[in-house]
C-alpha cells in the first residue's frame, strides 16, 4: 500500500516570502505520479502541480515549484511570493502509474500573513 | 469550459432521511470519483466509475451508500437511511482515465441533524 506523510499540519508565511511545503510517500512502484492539491476556505480542491517519478526535471507553475527527490520519496512545494490568495490548506497526493486511485496526505494549513 | 459540477452545495437534513448527491463529470472524461472528506479521516475515495462501471466500492463505508452513474454525464451518491455521522463534505472528481489528473467539484457540505 501507498502511504503519503505530510508532517507539517500548519504552516505560516509573511506575504511576498518563500515557504516550502513538505510531504514524503513509501511506495515500492517505479512509475508514478505525485499532485500538489490547494483548497482555501472556499472548500474547491484545485490542482497546483503534477510531477512524473520518470522525469528528473522538476514540475514548476508561475510561482509554485516542486523539489522531487526520488531516491528519498521526497516531494516537498515551494511557493514563492506569497500572496493573501495562497492561504488555505495544501494535499500532497499519491498516484501509481496505470492506477486511478489517490492516496492522499493529511494536509498542511497554510497562512499567508499580512 | 464548466469544470465538475455538484448539487446541492449544501444539504441539511434530519437522522433517517434519505439523501441524494448528484455529479455532472467535465464532458469527455471517462472516470468518475465520489470522496468524502471530515476532519477526522481526512479525504477517502469511496467508490469511482470508469465508462460508467463501477471499478472499486471498497471505500463505500455500509449497504446504506450506494452510487449510480447512468450515463456519462451524471452521477449520484445515495445515503438511506442518513446518520450523524454522514456529515461531511463530499466531493466529486473526473478525469480522463488512467494516471490523469483528477479534477474535483466544488463539493457537497452535508450536515445530518
Known amino acids: 500500500a501507498q502511504t503519503v506523510t505530510q508532517s507539517q499540519p500548519e504552516m505560516s508565511v509573511q506575504e511576498a516570502e518563500t515557504v516550502t511545503l513538505s510531504c514524503t510517500y513509501d511506495t515500492s512502484e517505479n512509475n508514478y505520479y505525485l499532485f500538489w492539491y490547494k483548497q482555501p476556505p472556499s472548500r474547491q480542491m484545485i490542482l497546483v502541480i503534477r510531477q512524473e517519478a520518470y522525469k528528473q526535471q522538476n514540475a514548476t507553475e508561475n510561482r509554485f515549484s516542486v523539489n522531487f527527490q526520488k531516491a528519498a520519496k521526497s516531494f516537498s512545494l515551494k511557493i514563492s511570493d506569497s500572496q493573501l490568495g495562497d492561504t488555505a490548506m495544501y494535499f500532497c497526493?499519491?498516484?501509481?502509474?496505470?492506477?486511478?486511485?489517490?492516496?492522499f496526505g493529511t494536509g498542511t494549513s497554510l497562512t499567508v500573513i499580512p | 469550459d464548466a469544470g465538475v459540477i455538484q448539487s446541492p452545495r449544501h444539504e441539511v437534513t434530519e437522522m433517517g432521511q434519505e439523501v441524494t448527491l448528484r455529479c455532472k463529470p467535465i464532458?469527455?472524461?471517462?472516470?468518475l470519483f465520489w470522496y468524502r472528506q471530515t476532519m477526522m479521516r481526512g479525504l477517502e475515495l469511496l467508490i469511482y466509475?470508469?465508462?460508467?462501471?463501477?471499478?472499486?466500492d471498497s471505500g463505500m463505508p455500509e449497504d446504506r451508500f450506494s452510487a449510480k452513474m447512468p450515463n456519462a454525464s451524471f452521477s449520484t451518491l445515495k445515503i438511506q437511511p442518513s446518520e450523524p455521522r454522514d456529515s461531511a463534505v463530499y466531493f466529486c472528481?473526473?478525469?480522463?482515465?488512467?494516471?490523469?489528473?483528477?479534477?474535483f467539484g466544488p463539493g457537497t457540505r452535508l450536515t445530518v441533524l
Open positions: 466509475f470508469n465508462n460508467n462501471v463501477p471499478i472499486d
Open positions: 464532458s469527455g472524461h471517462n472516470s
Open positions: 497526493a499519491f498516484m501509481k502509474h496505470g492506477g486511478n486511485q489517490f492516496y
Open positions: 472528481a473526473s478525469s480522463l482515465g488512467g494516471s490523469d489528473t483528477q479534477y
